[in-house]
């Protein structure tokens, strides 16, 4: 579950997600793919209630939550 602690750019924090994703290069990739994905499509998230406003926070949120399956070659 999300902390509703929102604080802005320290949401969602980098070593929770890093906790997902080994990399931070992988997770900023993996971030942007998403992102473009939901800006491309119009498709939102399947987040019910995201803190974040912006794709790319929306994309992490994601990720945090376990609702976006990533995986890399």
Known sequence: MVDKDYDGMRYPSVDELLKKIDSKYKLAYAAAKRAKIMEQENDWSPL??????????????????????????
Request: glycine share 4%; proline share 8%.
């Open 48 to 73: 019910e209630d995201p803190l974040c406003d912006k794709p790319i926070g929306v994309a992490l949120e994601e990720i945090l939550e376990d609702k976006t399956k990533v995986t890399f070659k």
